[in-house]
């Protein structure tokens, strides 16, 4: 053998394995493990990552929950000052419309007392305090108090014919029924 015919052999052998078909299997099931080894992983981390967005998502939602509940706790809280508030100073409305309906020779002491009366009204309207319509109204045993009643054909049935002590309310909430007369 000449030289070169020997160092075609030698490049031969080591370029190529004698038993090449037996080593291409082995690749395969190791490529093939493998692929199967990172799809499962893959799977689990998908099923992880959407668990773990469905919990930020119920998270979220608990979150605006509990802001929207807080605001509106808030807001009850609120009215239920200016509820009491207004209630404490309700005496002092009915002296003050006492005061208005006494007959007097003073037109300065009256003209003080129906500013004062005037200005004590606009402070229970910015609080959000307003009177409860009751003259000539249809009787709300929710709004009003009936201690009396009366027949007057002229009346319809079931009208407040004449109010006794003016009844207030904030928002929805009655701080005191107005005490009144129902006709029929």
Same mark, same amino acid.
């Given at each position: =053998? ?7 052999? $030698? &490049? /031969? ?10 080593? @291409?299997?082995? +690749? ?6 493998? $692929? ?8 689990? #981390?998908?099923?992880?990552? !959407? ?10 939602? /608990? ?7 807080? &605001?509106?706790?808030?807001? !009850?809280?609120?009215?239920? *000052?200016?509820? !009491?508030? +207004?209630?404490?100073? #309700?005496? %002092? ?14 037109? +300065?002491?009256?003209?003080? %007392?129906? =500013? ?6 606009? %402070?229970?309207?910015? &609080?959000? %305090?307003?009177?409860?319509?009751? &003259? ?10 009936? *201690? =009396?009643?009366? /027949? $007057? ?5 079931? @009208? *407040?014919?004449? @109010? ?9 909430? *009655?701080?005191?029924c107005a005490m009144v007369k129902v006709a029929n």
């Open positions: =053998m000449t030289k070169e015919e020997e160092k075609r052999k $030698d &490049l /031969e052998a080591t370029a190529a394995p004698e038993n090449t078909e037996a080593a @291409v299997p082995e +690749a395969d099931t190791a490529t093939e493990s493998e $692929d199967n080894a990172l799809t499962a992983e893959l799977e689990a #981390l998908r099923k992880e990552t !959407a668990e773990q967005g469905e919990k930020y998502l119920r998270l979220a939602a /608990e979150y605006d929950n509990f802001r929207k509940r807080s &605001l509106k706790e808030k807001d !009850a809280i609120g009215q239920e *000052v200016r509820a !009491a508030t +207004a209630a404490a100073f #309700l005496p %002092v409305y009915d002296n003050l419309e006492r005061a208005i309906q006494q007959e007097t020779s003073d037109e +300065a002491y009256k003209k003080g %007392v129906e =500013m004062t009366m005037s200005q004590f009204k606009q %402070v229970l309207e910015s &609080l959000g %305090v307003s009177e409860i319509e009751a &003259l000539g109204a249809p009787f709300d045993p929710e709004k009003h108090n009936a *201690v =009396m009643h009366i /027949e $007057d054909e002229s009346l319809g049935e079931n @009208v *407040v014919a004449e @109010v006794f002590q003016t009844g207030f309310q904030c928002g929805d909430k *009655v701080i005191r």
